[in-house]
């Protein structure tokens, strides 16, 4: 039972580009939307969410788009630093459950 | 405010030993879950608890795991009899109701 999807393992990005992260959803039920963000050897930190409501939200370099219709969830950087190299998890929320993507790892290049 | 405490960061167990992986949510957070990471996936819900109560543990395997959140103390995660498979990294976070969760750096179980 597979309801959150990130099909690109890992994603190579020149320093100062947009990087694009792509998640997938198969249920329509939930309450919200959130990437969280894993360096080696530590716990996910939370990055932004979005409410089930919107279609977007904006904090600094970090922008997440939510289209329902589609049910895709993308989180776009820009521009790209090579500190935000790490694993980034798309997690969806819903009656208390968090159900977490796969991951991608996001390399950025200088 | 203190983040969510894991400890031990590394255990080492043999096969057929307990492992004992605790966890002390953040201050005023009542919600407590455990995600287990293998080796190049990513985080499988296990358990979900609030103080005293198992609320939903659809992702815990049947045998050997265990889970309890005490009135007073931390949340410990059980594996009885450990097998190679059972080596992961276990993560706990906790929240308040519906907010996002806050993760502890983990818990790296090898076993041996």
């Known amino acids: 039972d597979q309801q959150v999807k990130q099909n690109s393992p890992s994603l190579s990005v020149q320093e100062g580009r947009i990087s694009i992260l792509n998640c997938d959803y198969t249920n329509s039920m939930f309450d919200y939307f959130l990437w969280y963000k894993k360096y080696p050897a530590e716990g996910p930190t939370f990055l932004i969410s979005i409410s089930s409501i919107k279609d977007k939200n904006e904090d600094g370099r970090f922008t997440v788009f939510l289209n329902k219709s589609a049910k895709h969830l993308s989180l776009h950087i820009v521009p790209s630093q090579p500190g935000d190299s790490a694993v980034y998890f798309c997690?969806?929320?819903?009656?208390?459950?968090?159900?977490f993507g796969s991951g991608t790892k996001l390399n950025v290049k200088p | 405010n203190a983040g969510v405490m894991q400890n031990p960061r590394h255990l080492v167990r043999r096969r057929g030993q307990e492992a004992r992986l605790r966890c002390s949510p953040m201050?005023?957070?009542?919600?407590v879950y455990w995600y287990r990471q293998l080796p190049e996936e990513g985080l499988k819900f296990m358990v979900y608890?609030?103080?005293?109560?198992?609320?939903?543990e659809s992702g815990m395997p049947k045998e050997r795991f265990s889970a309890e959140f005490p009135k007073e103390g931390p949340s410990i995660l059980r594996i009885q009899q450990v097998v190679r498979g059972d080596s992961a990294a276990y993560f706990c976070?906790?929240?308040?109701?519906?907010?996002?969760?806050?993760f502890g750096n983990g818990t790296r179980l090898t076993v041996t």
């Open positions: 976070a906790s929240s308040p109701t519906g907010s996002p969760l806050h």
């Open positions: 608890l609030q103080k005293e109560n198992i609320i939903d």
């Open positions: 997690a969806l929320y819903n009656f208390n459950k968090f159900y």
């Open positions: 201050k005023g957070h009542s919600h």
